[in-house]
């Protein structure tokens, strides 16, 4: 069990706010980046509804043989309309990953200068994989999450904002609907999302046990071999590497779950 787990919930998310807030404000401090960032991901956003609008007059008019001239047209359109989206998608990806590998420099040099300066007692611990995992996974983890949920967040939110504004033109009967069964479609996300963050905060737990092991058996190989230690020393390496397994396939099945059930519950609005 992860020292996190052994607090109180309330003093938990007390804890998981305050990092997210320490976070945010290193992402926070390359502010002009992410704001040209953002605007190429809004820009991107907004042409998925548009090319989604243009496959209408191409199959009413177009095909139908009233306009003819959509056949080449709106196909031209596309092109340029992928174009665009690929440009600024390029950009804001780039420029978000650039924000990200920046806060995660700054990390962890600070990791490694609180690391030279920790007492005695903190190494004595025996705990060394669990440092060396906060060093090579966690801290690229976080912030790579960090800049994920800016990215998702402005994508989505303005994919969402876009569609409704085209379905609301062309019937807000059917809006009506959709944005009826809408939020029981949130909540099974959401059960799901909640789930996935849950095992994978557990699988950071067997990653640094996993490293610690591997990390000691090379180490004390002489000692193993020295007391015969093999079988403890593999039953203790299954034991980890059947956690890791469990919790690969619980976020799989959680992942694999979450799509169809979402279309499951949306299908209710088509119907």
């Known amino acids: 069990m992860s020292g996190i787990e052994k607090l109180s919930k309330e003093e ?50 177009g095909f139908a043989g009233a306009r003819p001239e959509f056949i080449w047209m709106m196909p031209l359109a596309m092109i340029i309309l992928m174009f665009v989206r690929g440009v ?7 420029l978000m990953a650039w924000v990200s590998n920046k806060v995660l420099f700054g990390v962890r040099g600070e990791m490694f200068s609180s690391l030279l300066h920790m007492p005695d007692t903190e190494f004595q611990k025996g705990d060394s994989g669990r440092l060396l995992n906060r060093f090579t996974v966690d801290a690229g983890n976080v912030t790579q999450l960090a800049a994920e949920i800016v990215t998702n967040l402005v994508r989505e939110v303005f994919v969402v904002i876009a569609l409704v504004c085209l379905l609301l033109y062309l ?49 004390a190989q002489r000692v193993v071999k020295l007391f015969d230690g093999f079988e ?13 397994r469990a919790y690969a396939m619980r976020a799989s099945i959680a992942d694999a779950a979450m799509s169809p059930l979402t279309q499951w519950v949306v299908s209710f609005s088509v119907a």
């Open 12 to 61: 938990q998310k007390s804890l998981r706010r305050d990092l997210w807030r320490r976070i945010f404000e290193r992402v926070g401090s390359y502010w002009k980046f992410l704001v040209v960032s953002v605007i190429c991901t809004m820009i991107a956003s907004t042409t998925q509804p548009a090319l989604a609008y243009l496959m209408k007059p191409l199959l009413d008019e």
């Open 88 to 94: 600024f998608n390029f950009g804001g990806e780039y």
């Open 171 to 219: 019937s807000w009967q059917l809006t009506l609907i959709i944005l009826l069964i809408f939020p029981f479609s949130v909540l099974v996300g959401g059960y799901f999302a909640k789930r996935l963050r849950t095992i994978n905060r557990r699988t950071l737990d067997m990653n640094a046990s996993l490293t610690a092991t591997v990390k000691e058996g090379i180490e």
């Open 232 to 244: 403890q020393e593999t039953q203790r390496f299954d034991k980890v590497n059947k956690g890791l």
